[in-house]
DNA sequence: TTGCAGGGGTCAA
DNA sequence: TTGACCCCTGCA
């Protein structure tokens, strides 16, 4: 069947996509916007998303979601995967000069996940002055610890908790993750969000610099975690996430200097506008990866 | 074996 | 603008 501009073909096992350019599961899952995907030995990926486990497994230019159906790949993954998204104009319009060329040529099958809102706000959180495997690990505790349990294969695996679930855990149970003084932040944003309630659609609505606003209001989101949480969970893509890695990219390839995190975000809005979140996710890919600067 | 630096920042002074 | 911060890992 048909579903926009894609051939699916479901089986018992799951879902067969056709002809999916601009996609690898290795860019993707590895370019540090998600923590809760594995490498499967075969080299496939198996995550835990919107309640639901499944693989992805890519086989030359055709895309196999296994352990999902054809009305979940039309109702979820579909946007997850942000597959209405032509990515071969984005880098195009991206790839302006010598250092984007190479960083879009190296991270040429990446793309954006429109990851779940709170589950993205928690996990950058706690990647705050942390090195990704900890991420990862931290997460999966809690999601242990306060998530629920869904089976596939013959593993279990746990939802990513709500923030109903983590406010109401005491400090020992948030503890048990090993987050260290992030716990204390992720228990303060839950009880926030309780009363707060603020959502994608909330967030949509406003300008950028007004979402960014109020997201650096919840303890432990300062604005590399603010502008972190609307890029991957694709409420805004202007914003160009600036940590360690990017600011020394930035500084050693293109301003030649020292410089402020401003002055860093206004060179990249300038130059990349509203596709700086994407400029920025190449870049960070290609630096991370060759060990740049 | 033990000690120490540093990691995709944030907060408070 | 600067240092502390919890915990883990890699490396002398």
Redo the contacts with the bound molecule.
Sequence with gaps: MKYRGYEIIENSSGVLVKNVRDFDPSHIFE???CFRWNREIDGSYTGIAFWRVINVHRDGENILINNTGADDFKNIWYKYFDLGTDYSEIKSAVAKDDIMRRAVSYGCGMRILRQEFWETLISFII????????IMKIIEKLSAQCGEEIKYGNKTYHTFPSAAALSNASPEEIGIC?????CGYISGTSAKMEIARIDKKNLEKKSTPDARKTLLEF????????D?VLLYSGIKFDVF?T???VKRVMESLYIHKPA?LGKIQSFAAERFGALAGFAQQYL?YYARKNKLS
């Design positions: 370019c540090g916007q990647s705050s002055n942390n090195n990704i495997p900890r090993r987050g260290g003084y992030r303890p432990g989101v300062g604005p590399k975690v603010a972190c996430p940590d360690v890695w402020s960070f």
